[in-house]
């Protein structure tokens, strides 16, 4: 039980990390990871638009990722969809918008991934505790 509070409480903050493109960049910050104004791949006038329905879908989704994995009924079957749909949209928003800060949550998108595709049975047993 321990492990899904704790594992459920991770994934609701990688999340939340996507809120940050929410927030104006503060004042001291040389480079704030969390911009919307350039990209290499979203065109000028959508950028903004486009990165923060993302982001605040991202946030969502995770927050149900959270939810099953805290035990809420009948939310079992939407474990692996939802972590295969967040940890991809979550990678291509680090894409588009792209800073090397952004390392540690490309990694943990990542990780994500492959844990939900290629070992969905420890989600399975982590559920189940």
């Known amino acids: 039980m321990l492990a899904r509070l704790v594992i459920g409480g991770l994934l609701l903050a990688h999340g939340a990390v996507h809120l940050l493109y929410l927030t104006p960049a503060p ?16 065109p000028g006038s959508a950028r903004r638009g486009v990165g923060l ?10 927050l149900l990722v ?8 009948g939310m079992e079957k939407w474990l ?7 940890s991809i949209a979550s990678l ?7 800073h090397p800060w952004l390392s540690i949550g490309t990694a943990i998108a990542a990780g994500l991934l492959v ?15």
Do not use: C, H, M, N
């Open 66 to 73: 959270a939810l099953t994995i805290w035990g809420v009924p």
């Open 27 to 42: 004042k001291d910050a040389a480079a704030w990871p969390f911009s919307l104004g350039e990209s290499w791949v979203v």
């Open 53 to 62: 329905t993302a982001a605040v879908a991202i946030a969502v989704v995770y």
């Open 80 to 86: 692996r969809p939802l972590l295969i749909a967040g």
């Open 115 to 129: 844990v939900t595709v290629v070992r969905y049975e420890w989600w399975q047993r982590l559920i189940e505790s």
């Open 92 to 98: 291509t928003l680090f894409a588009a918008y792209w």
